[in-house]
């Protein structure tokens, strides 16, 4: 019967046959199953039976087998069904029915109470009887007998708590009594909670991700716009520069040129001149030579000039010639010019190559946690003395001010704070910076601002303003000042302040030091131009003062 039954399958659906048609070789297909091969086929011209690979000119005409048809139609009032397909066969790599005799079929599920895994046809039981109502089906699986314990031959339902692995009820009352034990289906339920909190953690983390990825890919697209729209800013400046240069050698060359056709013309003008007066001194001379030669008293007297006329001397030209030296000076001022420029690009490309290196993606460093990574950043600072105050003494290099009862006359300049003793660094602070101040006095406010801080009036002062964060310290407490707003800060006083910048990150931290350094405030913020370092000193005279100190 089974042979019957594989004879009226198709061997391309290997189902029964449904409008059986028998193609010339006899071989019998599906109607719509033969039809859809050789569609495939069309593009070939060739059409051949899937079995014997028989080929056909043309297309062979298609007619139903009725004999076929009819001996189907009988086999299925029967109740007789076509063979398995090959593919619900257990291969390799699946799980087989472990009821199912000969050849295997595949199984649909594993039962956790009987440790047996079921094909379709086997599992329907477990579904129809009430008696295997209570059985835990799952997934097939190859490792049931992983839940028979091996000391006891029994199925493993406990999980022991204390010793964290499945054991059975013989397990329970033997070596595990007095732990904590619950049923393997509770420890999976609080696990199982336990991975779902897990699982959202994860999905959230990926979700995070995913947007760090997204905003890391407008990064790099910012970079890239950002970095060809300076290249060609750089590019159109150096020409209006090198446009610049090429205007003035050429306005040089033209003046040059000019003053040279001046300088000849006067020159071959005066020569011309000179050259006139030796014809007609010449000329002279030979007549009074003619008139030596005269013996006649008489004609010799007649001819003699005047006495006016014999006393004249001609002119001196008076031609003061200079060293040899016309336009040398010229060629002496455009190499100091060009020695200049050279100067302003060293020290201007200085400038471009670190605000160049700085350029930092969001994924700024960790703020250092040791000397070496505070030493790493450290910067020496010097202070201008054209923003000192007037009784602010500078020393030490530019690096300490000292506060005096008199004025030091300095020359007025518009960067000058003049209504308090403040003062800036020399030095713009951009990328990250660390710098340490040495401090005495009453009081004193370490300090940093932007530059255009207003010089004169009350918005001036360090820690008043939305331009400026102030530490202030006294002898026994510490102050943060921002936009006239103060915060107390607890910490170990010390004379010595360390600063910590940030600017890309906008952190701004200010460090106690002694033999450690203790942070007292930290800000977080968003700078939007450089920054420079500032003291405003306060006290007695002669003994408030405040030093950038030099770092080892």
Request: aromatic share 8%; hydrophobic share 35%.
């Amino acid at each position: 019967m089974e042979q019957q039954v594989q004879f009226i399958s198709c061997s391309i659906c290997l189902d029964l046959l449904k409008d059986p048609v028998t193609i010339p070789c006899g071989h019998s297909y599906c109607l719509s199953c033969i039809e859809a091969h050789w569609d495939e086929e069309d593009r070939k011209g060739i059409h051949s039976c899937p079995q014997c690979r028989k080929t056909f000119m043309p297309r062979p005409v298609l007619v139903k087998n009725t004999m076929l048809a009819a001996l189907v139609e009988e086999l299925m009032k029967t109740g007789l069904q076509a063979a398995p397909a090959d593919h619900c066969y257990a291969g390799a790599e699946d799980v087989a029915c472990d009821v199912c005799a000969g050849r295997k079929l595949k199984a649909v599920k594993s039962c956790l109470f009987c440790l047996a895994s079921y094909c379709e046809n086997h599992l329907q039981p477990h579904y129809d009887s009430a008696t295997f109502r209570k059985h835990k089906l799952v997934e097939p699986s190859r490792n049931l007998q992983e839940n028979i314990c091996s000391r006891h031959d029994e199925v493993m339902k406990m999980f022991c708590r204390t010793d964290q692995n499945l054991i059975c009820i013989h397990c329970l009352m033997d070596e595990h009594r007095g732990h904590d034990t619950v049923s393997a289906a509770a420890e999976r339920t609080e696990r199982q909670r336990e991975l779902e909190v897990r699982r959202e953690t994860i999905q959230q983390e990926i979700q995070d991700r995913e947007q760090d990825v997204e905003l890391l890919q407008q990064e790099v697209e910012a970079i890239n716009q950002s970095a060809d729209k300076t290249v060609e800013d750089g590019e159109e400046i150096f020409t209006q520069l090198i446009r610049l240069i090429q205007k003035r050698s050429s306005d040089m060359k033209q003046q040059i040129r000019t003053q040279q056709e001046t300088e000849v013309r006067r020159v071959l003008e005066l020569q011309e001149k000179l050259e006139q007066e030796i014809t007609e001194l010449k000329r002279e001379d030979a007549e009074l030579k003619q008139l030596s030669h005269v013996e006649d008293p008489n004609q010799f007297l007649h001819n003699y000039p005047s006495a006016s006329a014999l006393g004249e001397s001609p002119n001196s030209s008076g031609i003061n010639i200079r060293p040899l030296r016309y336009f040398e000076d010229v060629t002496a001022a455009v190499l100091e010019l060009r020695d200049k420029l050279q100067d302003t690009l060293r020290d201007t490309w200085t400038n471009i190559s670190q605000t160049v290196s700085e350029v930092e993606v969001l994924l700024s460093e960790p703020e250092p946690k040791s000397t070496a990574g505070f030493l790493k950043h450290s910067c020496e600072l010097t202070l201008d003395p054209n923003t000192a105050y007037a009784q602010l003494l500078l020393s030490e290099g530019n690096r300490k001010a000292t506060l005096t009862e008199f004025s030091l006359r300095y020359a007025d300049h518009p960067d000058r704070f003049t209504d308090y003793c403040q003062v800036l660094s020399r030095e713009s602070l951009t990328g990250r910076c660390y710098w340490e101040v040495e401090w005495r006095g009453t009081q004193i406010f370490i300090a940093v601002t932007y530059k255009d801080i207003n010089r004169v009036g009350n918005g001036c002062q360090f820690g008043f303003n939305d331009k400026s964060w102030a530490l202030r310290c006294c002898q026994n407490s510490y102050e943060l000042w921002y936009n006239k707003v103060s915060t107390s800060i607890p910490g170990p006083c010390s004379s010595r302040i360390g600063v910590y910048l940030d600017h890309r990150a906008g952190v701004l931290s200010f460090y106690s030091v002694s033999e450690t350094r203790t942070l007292l405030h930290r800000v977080q913020t968003t700078f939007t131009q450089p920054l420079h370092a500032g003291l405003w000193i306060d006290g007695a005279f002669d003994f408030a003062n405040a030093e950038f100190f030099k770092l080892k």
